[in-house]
């Protein structure tokens, strides 16, 4: 199994930065592709960003391009998503998620995902 553990969420004016957090833990990890994604209430599941297992990003939403990255500390099992020039259209919840370790390629997909964080709130005021 694996544990993912979001941190790093808040309230930031728009144009602001943040960096979220994902720790990773678990028996079967092994720097499985994994995914950043938001959700709006009412709205579906939105994937961001993407990293393979390789460690190249992959998958950018349009609406991250250019402003959000995603890396990642093997040393710390920590994937990180940095946002930048945020807007208050990025107001959202993000999880982080992970595939299963048979997999080497991110998708844009949610059910594509087994292991899911709990979450944390991304509010950008005006």
């Known amino acids: 199994q694996v544990q993912l553990v979001e941190s790093g969420g808040g309230l930031v004016q728009a144009g602001g930065s943040l960096r979220l957090s994902c720790a990773a833990s678990?028996?079967?990890?092994?720097?499985?592709?994994m995914g950043w994604f938001r959700q709006v209430p009412g709205k579906e599941r939105e994937f961001v960003i993407g990293?393979?297992?390789?460690?190249?990003?992959?998958g950018y939403a349009e609406s991250a391009k250019g402003r959000f990255t995603i890396s990642r500390d093997i040393a710390k099992n920590t994937c990180y998503l940095q946002m930048n020039s945020l807007k208050p259209e990025d107001t959202a919840v993000y999880y982080c998620?992970?595939?299963?370790?048979?997999?080497?390629?991110?998708?844009?997909?949610?059910?594509?995902?087994?292991?899911w964080g709990q979450g944390t709130q991304v509010t950008v005021s005006s």
């Open positions: 990293i393979s297992r390789s460690g190249y990003s992959t």
């Open positions: 678990g028996r079967t990890f092994n720097w499985n592709p």
């Open positions: 998620a992970a595939r299963g370790s048979q997999y080497t390629t991110t998708s844009s997909r949610a059910n594509d995902y087994d292991y």
